[in-house]
């Protein structure tokens, strides 16, 4: 990278920094955390001379309680980078090599323009955006961009990465991503943490649990890696990934034979328990502990001692509580493993405390007005095709033919790193290497993503610019103002979709609106702007116990244990257990299932480049359980060689009691230029995806580890 630039922020003359003084004296200006994670914090920067000098957790928001991660604490190391993004940039070296030299905004807009009017003129559907969650906002995040895609006709995006297949479940078994308030997992005295280091991705989720844990909780960690959460809690069960179903349905078939049932909730608020061609019931009834355990590689006296707990709390009238994460839903049977676990808190009637229940997502919960927003009337009628970003690796090699439509000729990339967290990157490489692919990307930094780029627009970044964010593990919206001006000539994304809406001669007013106006727009008159503008925050009026009383979101207003629609789509009206893809035990060549989990100090592949929190991950690592490790000759600190029928990744091996035997954890997700041989894990990861949501299934894999050099 050649733009290296001073710690002195630049200031666009046409930008107005919110509360933030430009004269002397620090202020402090309220902002939210943009991040992909569960917490969205409340934040405050403090600003000196219009520079951020510190970023801290705003004390007055409860779930934030001013307390920040390890990440965001640094975000203006982050801001001030000397790497940041701050002029356009053109590809002038070959596709891929990162070579770019400046432009000036005009040019490039006006060049892109004129790249994407042809493609558009001929079929807009060869046009895709990629996007995702480098910001939550939802004014940086699909507002004026949804607006210019919708008017240029270019295909949808499937945006599955994540969440789609625990998402759905929920939707088909709860009626929407809703569930328990997590301030009242601190009064729970049961807490089963499924699928989710806690500590490294949900820290203030974390905090609640300290203190029902203070209260004599107890608490039990479902993980094949022993995380930081699964070492602090009463309990952890290693189970092998993608056998979270067995171990639901046999905890049910426990509750069953000692009738730790809540019969007038199941009688009342549930569907599909009992059935004359078999219900849940039935279907529970074939997982004997026994059974589970031996898809699950855990002993079935653990499943037996925690059908116990969760059943004895319901005996005892005492709230039990599951924190369902996505961790555990990146495997074929990802969405049935939700519903599964989804149906528990129904059979032993958790959900009459206000501390008992699930929660996987509470983002459904916000009237995010997104027809406001987004604009989807200026499709003016077409249909266009959907290219999911799960498999973005073989859409961008698809050609033309009559299922798939046309050929994909232009992808533009915002908030997103797919070339580094995309699934088989052999593949996405080769997708965005293509030198008839023309890409545009929007970023802070020179990603591996960017580095495929033909242009590359430096955008601003969250203490930069407006915006409004709901969230998925609270329920309070929180208002962001900004407290700097854009560094260099960095544009917010909002701005750069407006004047690229110009350049292609988009005429209507709505390409016009202020972020402002698009920050006002997004809750309309259901949350209180002034509130937002007066405290950063404001919490959503909701019930303390929502499902006390039923009223569940579905079509039947009940609990769907059977799911009509899934049942017609095919996919099994009752949840059951699907063997992964890839299941350990069934490859002599690739004896290892690999998940691939986030490392603690980064957040997904963002902040990789952050030289504090890479000196405390170090590098890229395979953990591997010493039983697997001595097998292969392997000691801590050799480099290995993981690979399997899509490619190779080599890495440097942690012996570590973290690993189970039989799984290896590949922490993510750095950068591929970071790697050994400029890869990463998902070098090795697959295009399949799951049962439901067309999600990917990254933690579904196999693997051999093969030694290669001693340890240094
Ligand atoms: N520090 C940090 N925080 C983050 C993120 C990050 O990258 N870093 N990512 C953010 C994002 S994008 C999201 S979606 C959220 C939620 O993020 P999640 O991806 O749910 O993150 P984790 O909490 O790490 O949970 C993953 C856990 O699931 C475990 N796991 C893997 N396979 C299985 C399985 O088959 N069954 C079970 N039971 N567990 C399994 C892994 O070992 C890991 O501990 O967190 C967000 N917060
Ligand atoms: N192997 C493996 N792969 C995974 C996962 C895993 O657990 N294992 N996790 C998956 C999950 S859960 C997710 S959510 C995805 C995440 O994948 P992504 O959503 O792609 O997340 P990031 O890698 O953090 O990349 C976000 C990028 O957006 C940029 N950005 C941030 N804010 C802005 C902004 O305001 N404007 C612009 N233009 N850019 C901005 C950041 O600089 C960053 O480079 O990865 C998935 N990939
Ligand atoms: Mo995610």
């Given amino acids: ?55 801290q957790g705003n004390p007055d928001h409860p779930h934030t309680g001013g307390v920040l991660c390890n990440k965001v604490s640094r975000y203006t190391e982050r801001t001030y980078h000397p790497e940041r993004l701050l002029q356009p940039l053109k590809r002038s070296g070959p596709k891929g090599s990162g070579q770019f030299e400046p432009v000036s905004w005009e040019a490039a807009l006006a060049d892109i323009a004129a790249r994407l009017k042809p493609i558009a003129a001929r079929d807009p559907e060869a046009i895709v955006p990629y996007s995702y969650a ?28 994540c969440a789609s297949a625990g998402g759905e479940a929920l939707t088909q078994t709860l009626g929407g ?31 609640y649990v300290q ?11 479902i993980d094949p890696r022993k995380s930081e959460t699964a070492e602090k809690c009463h309990e952890h069960i290693a189970l092998l990934p993608g056998t979270d179903a067995a171990l639901a349905l046999a905890l049910m078939h426990e509750l069953i034979t000692h009738d730790w049932l809540d019969h007038d909730y199941i009688a009342q608020h549930t569907l599909g328990w009992q059935d004359p061609d078999g219900g849940l019931r039935e279907r529970a009834l074939q997982w004997s502990p026994e059974r589970a355990a031996a898809v699950c590689g855990v002993p079935a006296e653990q499943i037996r001692a925690l059908a116990r707990d969760y059943g004895e709390c319901m005996v005892n009238k005492q709230p039990a509580a599951i924190r369902l994460n996505y961790g555990m839903q990146r495997v074929r049977g990802g969405g049935n493993a939700a519903r599964a676990v989804a149906c528990l808190p129904a059979l032993t009637g958790a959900w009459r405390h206000r501390a008992g229940g699930v929660l996987l997502s509470s983002s459904g919960l916000f009237p995010v007005d997104k027809a406001a927003l987004q604009r989807p009337d200026l499709l ?6 959907t290219i999911n970003m799960s498999t973005i690796g073989n859409a961008l090699l698809e050609p033309a033919s009559r299922e798939f439509g046309p050929k994909i000729e232009a992808v533009i990339v915002y908030n997103s790193n797919p ?44 203490l930069e610019h407006w915006d409004v964010h709901s969230a998925y593990g609270h329920t309070d919206v929180l208002l962001n103002r900004p407290a700097i001006a854009p560094m260099g000539q960095a544009k917010t994304n909002t701005q750069i979709f407006r004047e690229l809406a110009a350049h292609m001669g988009f005429t209507e007013p709505c390409f016009t609106d202020s972020d402002e106006q698009l920050c006002r727009a997004t809750f309309g008159d259901k949350v209180d702007f002034q509130q937002l503008l007066d405290t950063g925050f404001a919490t959503l009026a909701l019930p303390d116990a929502p499902f006390a009383a039923g009223n569940f979101p579905t079509p039947s207003g009940r609990c769907e244990f059977f799911s009509a629609r899934l049942a017609a789509a095919g996919i099994g009206g009752l949840p059951e257990h699907l063997p992964n893809h890839e299941a350990a035990g069934t490859s002599v060549q690739f004896p290892l299932a690999m998940i691939s989990p986030p490392a603690r100090n980064f ?110």
């Fill in 177 to 207: 991503k809703v569930g328990m308030r997590v301030e009242f997992f601190a009064e729970s005295k049961l807490i089963i943490i499924w699928g989710s280091n806690s500590i490294g991705s949900n820290l203030h989720f974390w905090r």
């Fill in 211 to 221: 203190q029902a844990k203070r209260a004599c909780a107890k608490l039990v960690c």
């Fill in 419 to 462: 070339v580094a967290v995309a699934p088989e990157s052999g593949k996405v490489v080769q997708g965005f290497a293509r030198e008839d692919l023309f890409t545009v990307v929007l970023e802070h930094f020179q990603t591996d993503t960017a580095d495929y780029a033909d242009y590359i627009l430096p955008a601003t970044t969250q």
């Fill in 134 to 161: 480098g910001t939550m906002g939802q004014v940086q995040g699909e507002s004026m961009a949804g607006r210019f895609f919708h008017k240029l006709g270019a295909s949808f995006l499937d945006r599955t990465i």
């Fill in 380 to 385: 003016n009628g077409r249909q266009p095709r």
């Fill in 603 to 712: 957040l997904n592949s963002t902040f990789v480049n952050v030289k504090s929190l890479r000196d405390i991950e170090t590098e890229p690592l395979l953990e591997i359980h010493s039983d697997d490790a001595a097998l292969r000759g392997i000691t801590s600190g050799a480099i290995v060689k993981v690979f399997n029928e899509r490619g190779e990744y080599r890495v440097k091996a942690e012996v570590s009691a973290r690993a189970r035997p039989g799984v290896v954890n590949g922490m993510g997700i750095w950068w591929r230029k970071a790697g050994l041989d400029g890869t990463n894990v998902n070098q090795l990861t697959s295009q399949h995806l799951t049962d439901m949501g067309r999600g990917p299934v990254f933690y579904d894999c196999l693997v051999e580890v093969q030694r290669e050099t001693e340890a240094a």
């Fill in 1 to 55: 990278m050649s733009n290296t630039i001073s710690i002195s922020p630049i200031a666009n003359p046409d930008s107005k920094a919110g509360q933030s003084s430009h004269a002397a004296g620090p202020a402090q200006v309220r902002g939210a955390c943009p991040h992909d994670c569960p917490d969205t914090c409340s934040l405050l920067t403090t600003v000196e001379g219009g520079i951020a000098t510190r970023v």
